[in-house]
């Protein structure tokens, strides 16, 4: 996962006043601070290349830094509090109102990012399912990510970053090895998951490999002697130093780290790992409340939630249990139409086309960037979920909503819908593409708190009526279906890591409160044992867009416009 910065309410919220410089004279105090921020997020972008390349910014495309070594977590530890430092000292009075936000949200940031980096364990743990660098790194590789070969200067930008992977390795290698002495390690069921992605990525012919699918393609960017030599370096590349790379960590992974590695599987059972959460929580959520404060918030939605799924169930004149009508949602084969991975993306491609045939009466600002719906490399595809990767500003590269189709029978259609508004539009896509858009300072272009990205995509899900989604009653209890399971997450992310419950506990949990089926379950489970923390932003995220949504409409009363 691309690490993450700051994003504010306005840059969408504020529609066409976002892009319009404030009216405000700018002060020399206004100048100082924002150059400072400005310096920080410069300074950021070296110490994360691949962001770079992400957000469109193609210096750093020949380099890619080794993040979870001691240097790096040094270097951005002490970005971060000499920055912190210097703006707490400046303060964030007599600035006008755009330069308020960004001094008041990059203190409040810069406070949450320091206590986890003090609080850090995520590098002694680098291998699990989900958010590994193994796997983000040859999904990159494929060349159907961010990462784009277009030039023969491209090619040659990539080799580079692919020589510095067999020192990547041995740093998480020794990072793991650390963590073993400390009594910290990843759980050894995600362990599992993890050696199957990285086996799957080590065929034993390299041109049927990920790394070697941007090669398939270089006879249509270049001909001649240089695309020739340009070719035959990048393949001896992959050969001697990346394929050998894999093959060490697998063989590391598998005969000495597996056995090893904990049975346990919240973080608050390893040594640190509760200062470690509550870092996370807030981050994550950008609040002050405890785990035990949301643990108890997600019950309370979950049992309104449940009173929703009640109603429809008499509506549609289900007679049964809760637990029968959960069973047949998952076994009615009507949900589930699809033989083909196409006949899945054309679907998607149908509400595409349905959606925007209204969002221009219900949005004012739509974002220039493009949009694409792919399906996922099949290497990640078992223990991916559907999301959404940001295009670039200058428009060359599209936003992207990824779909993962490890079997295409199994893939239900209930959810689709809700789905599409989540990480699509008016999601994600218009969202990030917008802020991206807009004139203000690189620091809140590129950037976004879980809490408020989160929050907003599943805010859009509640649009969905609007937008003339959910007139099958089955997509409505999909709506419903994934709201639940954002309340969900308030239970089990805390519960698992700090309650101390297993991931038996948190799957019968799953099971018991929404109509997903058990592998699915099992998935979302072993993600937040993955990524420990993250899996709250969505539900808390949304119920503070609503409440200012509901304090706008009590202050405007009238003027109040949807």
Known sequence: MIKKIILFLVAVQGCSSAQKPSVTPVSAKSVKMNQVIDDYFESFLKLYPLFATSIGDHRFDSEMTIVPSDEHRKQELNLVETTLATVSAMGCNDLNHQDTLTCEAFIHDMQASGELLRTDLGHLMPVDQFSSFFSDFAEIASGSSYVTFNTLQDYKNFEKRMEVVPAYFDVMIA????????????????????????????????????????LLNLDQVAKGSDATIVKAQYEDTIKTKVYPAYEKLENYVKNEYRSKARKTHGISKVPGGKKYYLALVKENTTTDLSPDQIHSLGLKEVSRIEAELEDVKKQLGFKGSRDEFFKSIRTDKKLFPFTTSEQVLNAYRAILARVMAQVPAHFRLLPKAKFEIREVEKFKAENASEAYQNGSPDGTRPGVFWVPVPHAEKYGSKDMESLFLHEAIPGHHFQISIQQETDLPRYRRFSGNNAYVEGWALYTEGLGKDLGMYTDPYQWIGRLGGEMHRAIRLVVDTGIHWKGWSREKAIKYSLEHEPADQAGVISEIERYMAIPGQALSYKLGELKILELKNKAKLALGAKYSD
Do not use: C, W
């Open 175 to 214: 990072n793991m090895k650390l963590g073993l002495k400390r009594k910290v390690s990843t759980p050894q069921v995600l362990v599992d998951q993890a050696l199957k992605q990285i086996h799957a990525l080590l065929p034993k012919d390299i041109h049927e490999s990920v790394f070697y699918k941007p």
